[in-house]
């Protein structure tokens, strides 16, 4: 099975201090529009009938925290309350606008515009009436578009209760005996990279944290 991501890239914006590490991941998604009216209607539509790739930029470290709740009608079998306050940092803004600024400027360069690929600058829906190419333009599509990618961690985060945390240095949950929580859900913070090899560590060590436990 073909991926139909070919191409990734790691960027470290100027917003990051730390002089080693991106906060910024590049995506090339590749897609050909079949002109049916599904793909046509979607926001990575450019050409009826062309290849194309959409370039696509991952925040690395969002320094935007959000809330989880229990649901204040149901608090025991109604769904959960989650606030996740995409860019309420002024961080996580700032750098994505520097990510996709750069974006940009890849598809000027030399080896792009030789193997003839052109950039389609149809200006996003709710943004036709800013300035293309402008802090303003990037700011209205970066809030209209941002959306979360499948690595969402940290609701029951690895901390002492006085900090926020849910669960102690050996998973079990805080003023809770008997119950543990084994998932990605347990980072402190992402990681600035796919968490699925995090994830299967995680569990690895929870599975051996538990074994110790009942073995004494």
């Not at 989880?68 to 079998?77: E, F, S």
């Not at 578009?145 to 945390?165: F, L, Q």
């Not at 299967?200 to 073995?215: A, P, T």
């Amino acid at each position: 099975m073909t991926n139909f991501i070919d191409n990734i890239a790691f960027y470290r914006t100027s917003q990051e201090e730390h002089p080693d590490l991106p906060d910024i991941n590049i995506n090339f998604v590749k897609f050909m529009d079949d002109g049916s009216d599904s793909f046509t209607d979607s926001r990575f539509s450019l050409l009826p009938r062309y290849n194309g790739f959409v370039i696509n930029n991952q925040l690395l470290a969002a320094r935007s925290r959000g809330v989880m709740k229990l649901n204040r009608t149901d608090p025991v079998w109604g769904k959960v309350e989650i606030y996740a306050n995409y860019l309420t940092h002024p961080y996580d803004l700032q750098a994505l606008i520097e990510g996709v600024r750069f974006s940009m400027r890849i598809l000027n360069t030399a080896g792009f515009k030789e193997n003839g690929f052109v950039g389609i600058k149809s200006p996003a829906k709710n943004c036709e009436n800013i300035e293309f190419d402008t802090f303003e333009y990037y700011q209205c599509y970066a809030r209209s578009y941002t959306t979360p990618i499948y690595h969402i961690v940290g609701m029951w985060k690895m901390a002492p209760e006085s900090d926020g945390g849910a669960v102690d240095a050996r998973l079990r949950v805080h003023g809770i005996g008997g119950l543990r929580v084994i998932d990605a859900s347990i980072m402190p913070n992402v990681t600035r990279g796919n968490n699925h090899a995090p994830a299967v560590m995680i569990g690895e060590k929870g599975s051996d944290m538990i074994k110790e436990d009942w073995s004494n």
